[in-house]
């Protein structure tokens, strides 16, 4: 599949996180999916050797169990969300359309061809206790998942980033045959050809509103 003609500043711009604009009904060809990957192979990683794996689940078995873990993590959490208390600092413009999509999203994520769990090998999982190492293993995987996203947006499939599953990360590890003790599970990604491919900028808030220089 011919990447879409897309300046690079308009690639980072506009692969924005798709929902309802998720193909259900298109399979997905795996050499799409492998090109994909290898761009994600260059990604810098945060401890300077890669450590991490990308499932790709395509069974439609696996894919409904997986889905019904997610719609698990949003219907009952094991573990409270924190950081509610924080103001959110965009535009409140959108979010109606946004529940929305992330209720399109849970009625038909087992029918997405292809679901992402990107994993990050460790010695041991209480290195998540440590915020040091914790930064490290999540610094591995972050940029690589985020440049499968841009190659994916650039040959015309869309993509989201999810984590209510990691609330059953244990039950999901047993399904997929992840060894849950020195693999850690980051998100759960669905994969599917958009429709469409007009993705424009999501308001956000100006940079500067985010900028400090020298101090906070």
């Known amino acids: 599949m011919p990447p879409l003609d897309l300046s690079v500043d308009e690639l980072l711009t506009t692969t924005r996180a798709v929902r309802k604009r998720l193909d259900l009904t298109r399979p997905v060809d795996r050499e799409v999916i492998k090109e994909c990957l290898a761009i994600a192979t260059q990604a810098p990683t945060g401890r300077n050797r ?96 985020w440049q499968f996203m841009l190659a994916a947006r650039s040959r015309g499939l869309g993509t989201v980033w999810t984590t209510p599953h990691l609330q059953y990360e244990r039950e999901a590890a047993r399904l997929l045959g992840i060894p849950y003790d020195t693999v850690v599970q980051t998100a759960l990604i669905p994969v599917a050809h958009s429709i469409g491919t007009d993705f424009r ?16």
């Open 50 to 145: 890669q450590h991490w794996d990308f499932v790709f689940v395509t069974d439609p078995h696996r894919r409904a169990a997986l889905a019904d873990l997610y719609r698990a993590g949003l219907t009952s959490p094991r573990e409270a969300a924190s950081g509610g208390e924080l103001v959110n600092r965009g535009s409140a413009q959108g979010w109606g359309r946004i529940a929305d999509g992330a209720q399109h999203l849970f009625e038909h994520l087992h029918e997405v061809p292809v679901l992402l769990v990107p994993c990050v090998r460790v010695g041991d999982r209480r290195e998540l206790d440590w915020p040091v190492r914790r930064a490290n293993i999540y610094g591995s995987i972050f940029p690589a998942v």
């Open 201 to 216: 900028p999501g308001p956000r808030v100006a940079a500067d509103e985010v900028a400090h220089w020298d101090r906070w």
